[in-house]
């Protein structure tokens, strides 16, 4: 994660919240320092789930998410998800998401139901 992640999130979101750029404000707050944005974050996990599980042709129906650790500009993130459910009516997946920090603490965690289409 770098500053400019949260500045391109910034020209496309508008989220201009002060723990995102104010260093000062941030480090003041329960956060201790500048906080990369959620958006940004659980962005990696649009990646997972369209690229490796359940692959290309996938999107979210639905994401539950928790927002347990802070991520910071200069953290390495990771993506995963593991299959929970498989609809057998539907190409439809249920899978539990989670994205770690480089230091190993999980900083989101959640489910996902994912809808895959064939695009053969």
Do not use: W
């Amino acid at each position: 994660m770098t500053r400019r992640d949260i500045e391109l999130f910034t020209e496309i979101s508008g989220d201009r919240n002060p723990l995102h750029y104010d260093v000062a404000r941030a480090t003041a707050s329960r956060f201790g320092g500048i906080v990369v944005q959620g958006g940004v974050t659980t962005a990696v996990l649009n990646a997972v789930v369209a690229e490796d599980l359940p692959g290309p042709g996938s999107v979210f129906l639905q994401l539950d998410v928790r927002f347990l650790a802070p991520v910071r500009p200069g953290d390495v993130i990771t993506g995963t998800v593991e299959v929970t459910a498989v609809r057998e009516d539907k190409p439809i997946t249920t899978v539990a998401v989670r994205v770690t920090r480089d230091d190993g603490v999980t900083a989101v965690s959640g489910t996902a139901v994912c809808y895959t289409e064939d695009l053969s």
